[in-house]
């Protein structure tokens, strides 16, 4: 099996081939809008196997391409899930999308996987001592509130290299919180959306 896609004015033809055979075709308009870190409620159109990817539908005549490695197991043909903008269309090729959502802020990045407190491996062993006690310390103790700390507890956070700008513990703390809310409200909400809608704009507000 061959995928071949090829740009025509703001349209992208996508072929598959096997022994140079056309298989399937379709012909997808660009969205100039749809940017890197967006996050969109679509369904599954095509699973192909053999190229080990899928395309997910994010508008009337839209697609995006989406790695099996990107996706979770067992994923189906006509399936509702929310994705996110990997990589914009460029050259011919579609977004490129993963279901492995991330928030970026200036000191850190939060990311739908299973809690723990991660630190930037480019920090030196002090600094990531210093941010890896401090971060798990206020978790410990009881200076947040019962409902705050069950949301930082609930996905994964990642401290980057900005912190070496020595921002307070208060101030990544609060970052850590907002990036939290964003994730919760995406998890939580993207689902009940409208099909096709974007649940999330990167640096804007909610849509």
Sequence with gaps: MKLVITPWKNQLG???LDNNLLVEA???DLEQNICIGDVYLGRVNKILPEIKACFVQI??????FLPLDEAPDGLKTGEN???QIK????????PLATTKLSLTGSYCVLSKEKHSI?????LNSNQREYWKCNLQEV???NSLNIDDKKLLEKYCVI???NVSNEPSIQEVLDEWLMLARKMDFIVEKGMYQALYSKVYKEKTAFI
Excluded: H, P
């Design 159 to 161: 401290i980057r290299t």
């Design 118 to 122: 991660e630190i930037s491996k480019k």
């Design 87 to 94: 990589r914009e269309a460029s050259k011919g090729k579609q």
């Design 26 to 28: 379709g012909v997808y």
């Design 59 to 64: 508008g009337s005549k839209v697609e995006v």
């Design 139 to 141: 978790l410990n103790n």
């Design 14 to 16: 996508v072929f598959l």
């Design 81 to 83: 899930i929310l994705i």
